[in-house]
T-cell receptor, first 109, second 116 residues
Framework: DAKTTQPNSMESNEEEPVHLPCNHSTISGTDYIHWYRQLPSQGPEYVIHGLTSNVNNRMASLAIAEDRKSSTLILHRATLRDAAVYYCILRSGNTPLVFGKGTRLSVIA | NAGVMQNPRHLVRRRGQEARLRCSPMKGHSHVYWYRQLPEEGLKFMVYLQKENIIDESGMPKERFSAEFPKEGPSILRIQQVVRGDSAAYFC??????????????FGSGTRLTVV
């Protein structure tokens, strides 16, 4: 599996936008970019995924660089409930998801 | 529409006993994945199953651990002769088909196993 690099931790103020970066310089043409998050004491939760074009859903937006070597998960207005570990994962075909260390997001009231 | 159901939520076993963890996938999902999360560590893939088949068990420890997903009923992760190092949160996920580059996984709330 191609590898991703994320900052260990980030901090945001409540009600402000958050941009969570992910580098994946060895991404292949068939790799989809997935984002999951894990709230404290809970199972991971799917957030969003994309291939080449930017994606929006009710939870977040995913901005993918033109060369696909990096992407950014955007939470438009952070709330305290968004405090979690965010995982950026590359996946193609039917291989299982492989989780890295992710970014621990803290949200300050 | 119930999500992925795991039970029990908490399980305490003495060293040497057996632990059985159950996972009922979402309705319509035929692919199940088990992950383990040791305290303060990341999620590690263990095994991927379809009905009556083990597709990928590359993350399963070689001894004491087994998994099944029978034609009827939930998927079971079985740990024989548990040791303290097996204490962890075990998460199950399901997807409607294997090409999850198109579909996300849905995870359960996990079973927290404590070995005393």
């Amino acid at each position: 599996d191609a590898k991703t690099t994320q900052p260990n931790s980030m901090e945001s103020n409540e009600e402000e936008p958050v941009h969570l970066p992910c580098n994946h310089s060895t991404i292949s043409g068939t790799d989809y970019i997935h984002w999951y998050r894990q709230l404290p004491s809970q199972g991971p939760e799917y957030v969003i995924h994309g291939l080449t074009s930017n994606v929006n859903n009710r939870m977040a937006s995913l901005a993918i660089a033109e060369d696909r070597k990096s992407s950014t998960l955007i939470l438009h207005r952070a709330t305290l409930r968004d405090a979690a570990v965010y995982y950026c994962i590359l996946r193609s075909g039917n291989t299982p998801l492989v989780f890295g260390k992710g970014t621990r997001l803290s949200v300050i009231a | 529409n119930a999500g992925v159901m795991q039970n029990p939520r908490h399980l305490v076993r003495r060293r040497g006993q057996e632990a059985r963890l159950r996972c009922s996938p979402m309705k319509g999902h035929s692919h199940v994945y088990w992950y383990r999360q040791l305290p303060e560590e990341g999620l590690k893939f263990m095994v991927y199953l379809q009905k009556e088949n083990i597709i990928d068990e590359s993350g399963m420890p070689k001894e004491r651990f087994s998994a099944e997903f029978p034609k009827e009923g939930p998927s079971i992760l079985r740990i024989q002769q548990v040791v303290r190092g097996d204490s962890a949160a075990y998460f199950c996920a399901s997807s409607p088909r294997s090409r999850s580059d198109w579909y996300g996984y849905t995870f359960g709330s996990g079973t927290r196993l404590t070995v005393v």
